[in-house]
């Protein structure tokens, strides 16, 4: 299993998956305070990124390899200090996650509106959704919902998912004070701040449970699963006229398996894979 998994999985409960576990999900509200004490600035909180990691590493970059590398390490150890994890999800295991979270709420994406200056501020544009108790502490962070937010049933978020997929969002679930999940981004790169922070530094996002498997005698090589890709796993083999997909850096995202039309990708559970049990 993966690191999430071995740290806040339960193994009676999913078979040990992190995610699928009702309990993290269910996050206290507030805190008790002595009189007076009142609570602290919302860039105290693990939901902010104030501080965090990711900035550091961007400002070592013009320092040298050695500055970079120092940045990187400390980056990690500070998100997983913090419980700030994330980690990539298929379609199909977002569907199961809806049935586990209320309240849900649509909302405009952060690192959209500050990678892109794209504001999200109606419920056809949202890209993001928050889940849980956290979605209630409206007073705590009210920059981050200035756009609004649109509370939907888990139907409703199940079909607004599949609509994000369509579009070609990778399912990225976001943990804020781990092991309690609060987010669950539809994201894609270069836009994505999870995202970025991996495929450009390498840490952050954990790939998810699965990995893609092609069926050459279904491919024709029409190319569609290779545009979908944001994480450079698949490529079009010329010699064979077929797709061709690097396992080790398959996400397992599913977002090509989705868009075959051939039906000609599948996802095949990571563990099973004796080479990339390991590969996360």
């Known amino acids: 299993m993966c690191f999430y998994c071995d740290a806040y999985g339960d193994p ?18 507030y805190k008790l305070r002595r009189k007076g004490e009142g609570f602290k600035s919302a860039e105290a909180g693990p939901e902010s990124s104030a501080g965090l ?9 013009e320092k040298g390899p050695q500055a970079l590398l120092q940045a990187i390490t400390e980056s990690q150890e500070e998100l997983i200090r913090r419980g700030m994890l994330g980690q990539v999800v298929p379609i199909q295991e977002a569907e199961k996650i809806m049935d586990l979270c209320v309240p849900i709420g649509l909302i405009g994406c952060i ?9 999200e501020t109606s419920e056809n544009e949202y890209t ?9 502490k409206w007073e705590r962070w009210p920059e981050r919902y200035k756009g609004g937010v649109k509370f939907v049933n888990p139907d409703e978020a199940k079909e607004w998912l599949h609509k994000c997929n369509r579009m070609g969002f990778v399912h990225c679930l976001m943990a804020f004070g781990a092991p309690f999940i609060g987010g669950f ?7 994505c701040g999870l995202i970025r922070n991996r495929v450009d530094f390498g840490f952050g996002l954990m790939k998810s449970h699965f990995v893609a498997a092609v069926d050459y005698e279904k491919c024709n090589g029409c190319g569609v699963c290779v545009q979908r890709c944001q994480f450079g796993a698949l490529k079009f083999e010329v010699s064979i006229d077929k797709a061709n997909i690097d396992r080790y850096k398959c996400f ?3 977002l090509c398996e989705t868009a075959c039309p ?5 996802l095949l559970n990571r563990m099973e894979v004796p080479a990339l049990k390991e590969v996360w």
Do not use: F, H, T
């Open 12 to 29: 009676e409960v999913a078979g040990g998956v992190w995610y699928l576990n009702p309990k993290n999900y269910a996050r206290q509200m």
């Open 53 to 61: 990691g990711p900035y550091k590493v961007v400002e070592a970059i």
């Open 111 to 119: 690192c959209r509106r500050n990678y892109r200056g794209i504001e």
């Open 128 to 136: 993001c959704m928050g889940m849980g108790v956290g979605m209630l």
């Open 185 to 191: 981004c539809q994201c894609d790169y270069p836009d």
């Open 252 to 254: 397992g995202c599913g």
């Open 262 to 266: 051939r039906k000609a990708i599948s």
